[in-house]
């Protein structure tokens, strides 16, 4: 399985982002995928989960302004952050869970909020 992430970068508080993670070398529509971010000196935590049926979790600290998708014809996933906030820096990590087995990490991508 490889992940790859993208779309990080620097935003102003309020301002809005696209991360991206388009997944090879697996079933994608079989897998739950997912974003978790780890912010400095803090462990990873998740952020956004979406099954293989679509259904979507959030951390309670980005329900409302996240939204995570994907789109199986093209192996991604995305996650659609709008009214960003400091406390949402952090390095985004796209995961992609298997029915049975074990889970894959992307690399992850950089989001920086700040004026």
């Known amino acids: 399985v490889q992940l790859q992430a993208s779309g990080g970068g620097l935003v102003q508080p309020g301002g809005s982002l696209r991360l991206s993670c388009v997944a090879s070398?697996?079933?994608?529509?079989?897998?739950?995928m997912g974003w978790y971010r780890q912010a400095p000196g803090k462990q990873r935590e998740l952020v956004a989960v979406i099954s293989s049926g679509g259904g979507t979790d959030y951390a309670d600290s980005v329900k409302g302004r996240f939204t995570i998708s994907r789109d199986n014809a093209r192996n991604k996933v995305y996650l659609q952050m709008n009214s960003l906030r400091p406390e949402d820096t952090a390095v985004y990590f796209c995961?992609?869970?298997?029915?049975?087995?074990?889970?894959?990490w992307g690399q992850g991508t950089l989001v920086t909020v700040s004026s």
């Open positions: 070398r697996l079933t994608f529509k079989a897998y739950t």
């Open positions: 995961n992609a869970r298997p029915p049975y087995g074990d889970a894959s």
